[in-house]
């Protein structure tokens, strides 16, 4: 299922920039086309600490549209480790065969993809939301398109995805997985790579749909700049959302919800190590200090150095611009 999150984030940009390649003239007529032949999920374990094994799913297939509307399905009991009982496990115990097909739903912006021409390439941030078992994923992430002809387009990831098993209610499931195999443990979060090749169903390439799409990306960018109106003035908080991805496995700023990590909504002004019910280390609990906007740059900058013995593994943003970006958009979701 985490494979699923991160795939849903990637066919959702896939889909914005492919049908910027078309029109939208009848509702129900599909224009692009999944190729599921060239077309691969793939996905890294890690067990023991030191064991990755990359796995993949067999079986997608999807659409574009006319009106926009994109559907990518994805069957999760496709899912090939190279291991038969490993498969049967996985089946049996992270995915519900009784739901076997996870679904993702997008409404595709052409705007900026209508100008694309062959041989052309470009990287696109998308938001979407994925189905997986009755239950609905919020997912983002930037997509390199390539168009490669008239009739085909490839889509993969610009930035490999991580994703946690926590947030897709599979850690029950990979618990049953650790005990079958009697390992000592498997990582809970996921690396996901993507490649999407997109085929067109329709010879002639229309413009009609290139002023639908500009509305609609015009509404998005509204609602984004509505959402950051508060943000840091060094900052900026929509790239700060963008760059905050790397953080996503572990902590979760938008609401009050603890990951691996602490939940950072409202974490600018809040004493360190002070969320009750969280277990945090002894290097954390052993500071006094308050996460100003000061502390909070040492801090993203050089974790393990600002406080030293701490359990984070994630060494630090290089760019200070990238570190001014991230504050802004904690900044931004603090109510």
């Known amino acids: 299922m985490f494979y699923f999150n991160i795939l849903s984030r990637f066919l959702l940009s896939f889909f914005l920039m492919v049908f910027s390649f078309s029109s939208l003239a009848l509702a129900d007529k ?22 990755g094994e990359v796995n993949s799913f067999g079986k997608v297939s999807g659409e574009v549209l006319e009106n926009g509307n994109v559907t990518i399905n994805i069957d999760v009991t496709s899912v090939q480790t190279n291991i038969d009982i490993r498969n049967e496990r996985m089946i049996a115990h992270v995915f519900d065969v009784a739901q076997p097909t996870a679904t993702l739903k997008a409404k595709i912006d052409t705007t900026a ?50 994703v946690g098993t926590k947030d897709l209610g599979i850690d029950e499931g990979i618990d049953k997985l650790v005990k079958l195999a009697k390992l000592p443990g498997i990582t809970r979060v996921v690396p996901v790579s993507l490649r999407l090749m ?25 609602i984004k ?26 902590h979760v700023a938008e609401e009050a919800k603890n990951k691996v990590g602490p939940y950072l909504k409202g974490v600018v002004g809040r004493k360190a190590a002070s969320i009750d019910g969280f277990n945090y280390s002894k290097a954390f609990k052993a ?49």
Do not use: H
Not at 205 to 212: E, F, I, R, S, V
């Open 30 to 51: 599909a224009i692009w086309k999944l190729d599921g032949e060239t077309s691969k999920i793939s996905y890294v374990s890690i067990k023991k600490n030191t064991v």
């Open 113 to 162: 993809l209508s100008k694309l021409e062959v041989g052309d390439t470009v990287v696109k941030d998308v938001e979407g939301v994925l189905t997986l078992s009755g239950v609905d994923v919020a997912v983002e992430a930037s997509l390199f398109i390539a168009r490669l002809s008239d009739e085909k387009v490839l889509v993969t990831t610009d930035e490999m995805i991580v």
């Open 198 to 222: 997109f085929a067109s169903l329709q010879g002639d390439l229309q413009q009609d749909n290139a002023t639908k799409g500009a509305a609609l990306e015009q509404q998005v960018d509204e």
């Open 225 to 250: 700049v509505a959402s950051t109106s508060d943000s840091l003035n060094a900052g900026d908080a929509v790239a700060g959302k963008k760059v905050f991805r790397l953080c996503r496995a572990c």
């Open 287 to 335: 500071v006094d200090i308050r996460w100003n906007e000061e502390n909070l740059a040492q801090f993203l900058a050089k974790p393990r150095a600002f406080i030293k013995g701490n359990r984070m593994s994630f060494p630090g943003l290089k760019k200070e611009e990238d570190v001014q970006n991230v504050i802004a958009y904690l900044k931004s979701v603090a109510n």
